[in-house]
């Protein structure tokens, strides 16, 4: 009975150094998994992430004032750059924001507009306006190019409409074979390589 005692009271003893050790093997398993996880999380935040988008580019051109376009910049200035926009010899020697409405239902867009000729053929470009709340319009390079060439015989092309969406070209001539070529493209660098715009306020220069 003694011994057996003895025994008891080992045991009593060892029990508290058992469940020391358990406990230390327990919280050293514990943080290895708490290190892979925060690890884990970390990779997908870099890989998932979203990408930051590039800031708005857009410039300030015009404004909207009871239906008529204010300038803020002279237009002469803007020859050259759509010239530099065409990039196949076309001389640019007009330009003007043009209104996009069929009807009144629909809500207007405005194009920046520049004409031309390139070895005797007609040439118009046409970039997609933002406008804002207060009827502002800014030309960014995520605006919308439409360009229009001519074909032999065919003085003149217009842009054709939906709604307020330029969809193509026309040639002002019904007669066979006088027809428009229309290119598109979602994005433009017009005002890219220019870094300032004469405002024309106080000039009275459109």
Do not use: W
Request: charged share 20%; with cysteine.
């Amino acid at each position: 009975m003694h011994k057996t005692g003895n025994g008891s009271s080992q045991n009593a003893t060892l029990r508290p150094v058992y469940f020391l050790y358990f406990l230390l093997f327990v919280s050293i398993i514990g943080a290895s998994c708490s290190g892979r996880e925060f690890i884990q999380e970390e990779g997908n935040e870099a890989v998932e992430g979203p990408e930051a988008p590039p800031p708005y580019d857009g410039r300030l051109l015009a404004q909207v004032v009871f239906d008529t376009v204010d300038y803020m910049v002279s237009t002469d200035q803007l020859m050259q750059p759509f010239i530099q926009e065409f990039g196949d010899g076309t001389v640019v020697d007009k330009v003007m924001i043009r209104k996009v409405q069929e009807t009144q239902e629909d809500e207007p867009a405005y194009y920046l507009v520049g004409i031309g000729m390139q070895n005797g053929d007609f040439r118009s470009m046409a970039l997609e306006l933002d406008i804002a709340a207060d009827n502002s319009l800014y030309l960014s390079s995520n605006g919308a190019k439409h360009i229009c060439m001519s074909s032999a015989g065919c003085g003149f092309c217009y842009f054709t409409f939906s709604g307020n969406r330029i969809t193509g070209c026309e040639c002002s001539s019904r007669a066979p074979g006088n027809n428009c070529v229309h290119k598109f493209s979602e994005n433009n660098s017009l005002l890219k390589n220019v870094p300032v715009l004469r405002s024309t306020r106080g000039s009275g220069r459109k």
